[in-house]
């Protein structure tokens, strides 16, 4: 079955950077779109990026301001996000999720990295 | 992006008694190639990654108790708890999944009176 594990979370100051990572498994990883998704402390959920399968197209949420860059390395099953210039409004936990694909019945999703941006 | 919209924010329902949550899309989520509706809900509870209810607007996931159910096609949709109970005190979100820019509605609180 589909499993997303997402990785590289943790504790970094503003302005610094940080790559996450999510390892896929039990799906043809190059066939899909993945997107990273972001909840901060007590908030609701907001897409943060997407990319197409083979990396044809990429969008971002508008936060995003060129400080982050999703990425996907097929022959690793792995999606990355780079965080760069981080501010503590980026404290949120990260979560990967599977595109349900053209026609697809739903996404999959990862349990989530946490990132804490603070001095 | 599609906006997606919910209602209430909160909600608060005796036991057994039934919870219905709404949520209205800025665009049309139907898709004309399955005639599905690209609509999910979700179910968080604290601590806890969303976990998939609903998907096609009206498709149970595998496991998911029979009292949840959703209806609506096209922008307006429904989630209906039909008795509630004690285990679904929980945040519940609509997401419309029609495009890549994936959005979420803000998130209805459910709560026992």
């Known amino acids: 079955q589909v499993r997303l594990v997402e990785s590289g979370g943790g504790v970094v100051q503003p302005g610094g950077s940080l790559r996450l990572s999510c390892e896929a498994s039990?799906?043809?990883?190059?066939?899909?779109?993945m997107h990273w998704v972001r909840q901060a402390p007590g908030k609701g959920l907001e897409r943060v990026a997407f990319i197409q399968y083979e990396g044809r197209y990429e969008n971002y949420a508008d936060f995003v301001k060129g400080r982050f860059t999703i990425s996907r390395d097929d022959s690793k099953n792995t999606l990355y996000l780079q965080m760069n210039s981080l501010t503590t409004e980026d404290t949120a936990v990260y979560y990967c999720a599977k595109d349900c694909g053209l026609g697809g019945m739903r996404d999959h999703w990862g349990q989530g990295t946490l990132v804490t941006v603070s001095s | 992006d599609i906006v997606v919209t919910q209602s209430p924010d909160s909600l608060a329902v005796s036991l057994g008694e039934r919870a219905a949550i709404s949520c209205r899309s800025s665009r049309s989520l139907l898709y004309s190639s399955n005639n599905k509706n690209y609509l999910a809900w979700y179910q968080q509870k604290p601590g806890q990654p969303p976990k998939l209810l609903i998907y096609?607007?009206?498709t149970r996931e595998s496991g998911v108790p029979e009292r949840f159910s959703g209806s609506g096609s096209g922008t307006d949709f429904t989630l209906t708890i039909s008795s509630l109970q004690a285990e679904d005190v929980a945040i519940y979100y609509c997401?419309?999944?029609?495009?890549?820019?994936?959005?979420f509605g803000q998130g209805t609180k459910v709560e026992i009176k």
């Open positions: 096609w607007a009206s």
């Open positions: 997401q419309q999944y029609y495009t890549s820019l994936r959005t």
């Open positions: 039990g799906f043809s990883f190059s066939s899909y779109g």
